[in-house]
């Protein structure tokens, strides 16, 4: 899974390339030939919110920051993928593999919203170890929300104003985040292939979903083996906004050489969480 691109890429990013980088690198040392497939989420709230609050258009916006962040990977000495497929150019698919997803009973369609039922899906869980009876005794729907269930979740989403949209057999409007990468990997890859991953806080419910979805539409395994990289934490904390502490790989750069960062990164277990200090 790669990076939803409405900011700069900061060491946790780099955490994660970096990891895929050595193990795409120890396989081809190993003598396998690798196919490396690594999305670009062009598509997405966060990068709909930013380019509206910048008053720009939200394809541009992300095309801007695609360009800045595999500039930085690039620096870090992070071998580029072979393919880099878009959501924005992969909505056809997308439509078809929801399309599918319905005809086999696993979707429906309320008010130009399309959601996958997660209760059609007896695998559901299968990678988190969550149980959906568990999960659910805490759970509600929210007044006016028209899932069927609380843990259904958007394959479609109807289009406000200010949004990018595209046209479907159910609304204008764009697809939902689990839908693209499903779509993306399964075009790019076939299924089963052999590797998924990323960080580790997509595991669910991000890749429960992919998994859903895609096993669902096509009857098919969707992966073989899935890595979950551990989140890197700054002085012991979590990086986030509110805490001031995002380090990105652009400042780390002026500090420390790019040889002195990889060191770091590749000291630490791949599912570890490393901590930058």
Request: charged residues 30%; glycine residues 8%; contains cysteine.
């Amino acid at each position: 899974c790669g990076m939803t691109v409405y900011s700069e890429a900061h060491i946790g990013h780099a955490r994660t390339y970096f990891a895929f980088d050595v193990i795409r690198r120890y396989f081809e040392y190993k003598d396998y030939k690798v196919t490396y497939v690594q999305n670009i989420t062009d598509v997405d709230d966060k990068i709909i919110a930013a380019a509206n609050k910048e008053g720009v258009d939200a394809l541009e916006y992300s095309k801007r920051f695609t360009k800045r962040c595999l500039d930085d990977l690039d620096n870090l000495g992070i071998r580029r993928a072979d393919i880099y497929p878009k959501a924005s150019e992969t909505i056809p698919e997308m439509v078809d593999l929801t399309q599918k997803i319905i005809d086999k009973g696993f979707g429906y369609e309320a008010d130009g919203d399309v959601y996958f039922s997660v209760e059609k899906f007896k695998d559901y869980g299968k990678l988190s170890g969550q149980k959906l009876d568990e999960m659910k005794a805490g759970a509600r729907i929210d007044p006016g929300d028209i899932k069927k269930n609380p843990y259904d979740f958007a394959l479609w989403k109807k289009a406000k104003p200010g949004e990018p949209s595209w046209e479907s057999p159910w609304s204008r409007g764009r697809p939902g985040w689990h839908i693209e990468c499903s779509t993306m990997s399964g075009k790019f890859l076939g299924l089963p292939f052999d590797i998924h991953g990323g960080g580790m806080d997509l595991r669910f419910p991000h890749h429960e979903n992919e998994i859903a979805q895609a096993e669902a539409a096509t009857g098919k395994d969707f992966a073989k083996y899935w890595m979950h990289i551990g989140l890197l934490t700054v002085d012991g904390e979590k990086m986030s906004k509110s805490l001031g502490n995002i380090i990105n790989v652009k400042d780390l750069l002026t500090a420390w050489d790019a040889e002195v960062v990889r060191l770091f990164l590749a000291q630490a277990h791949y599912r570890s969480p490393p901590d930058f200090n």
